[in-house]
């Protein structure tokens, strides 16, 4: 293998993290883009959030639920209540399993769980478009009610050609 190969094969199986600046993500706005996918397939390995705050403290009834080219990508909405500044809302990336919101203190404490819990809830390989027309997209729907506090979202993944990319929608 040349040098150069080595290099760009190096840069593919590199790990890459976007985070979404934190927001308040209200009812009116309901299912939403929150990352894209551009110019090619990526290898999704972890889609989560870290609360800045109870997400539902006023009892609103708030869920999220998550998709990945409009395809429900947990087994049932999360609910957003109880929840406290540093809690992370991770997304399963399996259609049969439920969102989880590890407390921070149980996160902290259990440092390789918390991280199995991101990295390992589930994998899938995501297509830069949806019917060859528009860019594949990472969804949040919320419903019930409005989150009272703000969700800032990560997404991990690693490309599965040199141009791909996710990127902030």
């Not at 993290?17 to 883009?33: K, N």
């Not at 049969?96 to 390989?125: F, H, S």
């Not at 060859?132 to 993944?157: D, K």
Request: charged share 15%; hydrophobic share 50%.
């Amino acid at each position: 293998m040349s040098v150069s190969g080595f290099v760009k094969g190096t840069w593919i199986r590199k790990l890459h993290v976007v985070e979404r600046p934190a927001e308040t993500y209200l009812l009116a706005g309901g299912a939403r883009a929150i990352f894209d996918i551009n110019d090619g397939p990526v290898w999704i390995v972890a889609l989560f959030g870290v609360a800045n705050g109870d997400l539902d403290d006023a009892a609103t009834g708030a869920t999220l639920e998550f998709t990945v080219n409009n395809v429900a990508v947990d087994g049932a909405a999360r609910v957003g209540a109880g929840c406290a500044a540093g809690d992370l809302v991770i997304c399963p990336l399996d259609t049969t399993a439920v969102a989880r919101v590890p407390a921070i203190a149980e996160a902290c404490a259990n440092v390789p769980d918390a991280t199995a819990l991101a990295l390992g809830a589930g994998q899938m390989v995501a297509t830069s478009s949806i019917a060859a027309v528009a860019p594949g997209e990472l969804g949040l729907t919320i419903a019930g009610g409005n989150c009272t506090a703000t969700l800032t979202m990560y997404v991990a993944y690693y490309r599965m050609s040199p141009a791909a990319s996710v990127t902030v929608a």
